[in-house]
């Protein structure tokens, strides 16, 4: 059976992570500003949350807040509503880099985008699927994904970089 999260639950992983990475890309010394779009439809149409830019370019930023750090796995998103077969994030984001955080221990996976994806698609078949399900009013959404070792994605992904904040 599926994991079942609620909005609410989700939501608020969400901000938190969104808020502790600004926090720290703002404190960083070649950050010269950061701007959340989450709210942005443009932005949302490619599933960027956070626009950072440096001293040396602007990088557009996907953020993945997980709460199961000791599970060892990324959750790579296929399926965000299986019911409506709407793909997950992770299959389309336009983000330069996927800000992969678990909340918990505060740690950072900075995962260049498109090659970790390009990788995991070379591989998909390898990894186990999941589901977790959310209840929406009356209704119930099915998001689908795979758990993807952390070591191996580290291990042949050139240019990941982890750090904790």
């Known amino acids: 059976m599926p994991r079942q999260y609620t909005m609410r639950a989700a939501d608020q992983i969400a901000r938190r992570a969104a808020h502790e990475i600004e926090t720290w890309l703002r404190a960083r010394p070649e950050t010269l500003r950061t701007q959340n779009v989450e709210a942005d439809p443009r932005y949302r149409a490619r599933d ?8 040396r370019r602007t990088y557009q930023i996907e953020i993945k807040g997980d709460r199961w750090h000791t599970s060892g796995n990324f959750f790579f ?5 299986k019911e409506k077969g ?15 955080y678990f909340v918990t221990p505060r740690t950072l996976y900075i995962l260049p985008m498109p090659a970790t994806r390009d990788w995991f698609l070379t591989h998909r078949a ?5 589901a977790t399900t959310t209840p929406v009013g009356d209704a119930v959404y099915t998001t689908v994904g795979q758990l993807v070792p952390i070591e191996r994605v580290v291990r042949h992904v050139p240019g990941i970089e982890i750090r904790q904040i």
């Open 77 to 81: 998103e296929t399926h965000s509503n």
């Open 86 to 100: 709407t793909p997950g994030c992770f299959l389309y984001t336009q983000a330069d880099l996927l800000f992969y």
């Open 126 to 130: 390898e990894f186990p699927e999941r």
């Open 48 to 55: 960027v949350d956070l626009i950072w830019e440096t001293h």
